[in-house]
Nanobody
Framework: QVQVVESGGGSVQAGGSLRLSCAASGYTYSNYAIGWFRQAPGEGREGVAGIDSDGNRGYADSVKGRFTIGKDNAEITASLQMDSLKPEDTAMYYC?????????????????????WGQGTQVTVSS
């Protein structure tokens, strides 16, 4: 059974930084993509950043230049470094793993491509 666990959320003032981490256990395939998604109250879930097992990355336009996704080559883990945070970045952030998505061309931010999800971690940015 695959389990996905996020950590690192919290509260920060605008302009600050946070780093989220994601770890997936029980996943046995060599190909995968890890995506970060977020959902603000009353809003739909949107893709933020994704990375696949080949190291290809994709970012939403709203976070390009501010967020950086990385992964550990030895394990199925990913990080999301969030800099220059804005109040509109406030949301519940979810990590997800896909066994078939790939980020070549940057297109791996569709939630329906992901089959394993974490419980989420809250990020709050105050002005």
């Amino acid at each position: 059974q695959v389990q996905v666990v996020e950590s690192g959320g919290g509260s920060v003032q605008a302009g600050g930084s946070l780093r989220l981490s994601c770890a997936a256990s029980g996943y046995t395939y060599s190909n995968y993509a890890i995506g970060w998604f977020r959902q603000a109250p009353g809003e739909g879930r949107e893709g933020v950043a994704g990375i696949d097992s080949d190291g290809n990355r994709g970012y939403a336009d709203s976070v390009k230049g501010r967020f950086t996704i990385g992964k550990d080559n030895a394990e199925i883990t990913a990080s999301l470094q969030m800099d220059s945070l804005k109040p509109e970045d406030t949301a519940m952030y979810y990590c997800a793993v896909s066994s078939w998505a790939n980020c070549s061309g940057g297109y791996c931010l569709t939630q329906y491509e992901y089959n394993y999800w974490g419980q989420g971690t809250q990020v709050t940015v105050s002005s």
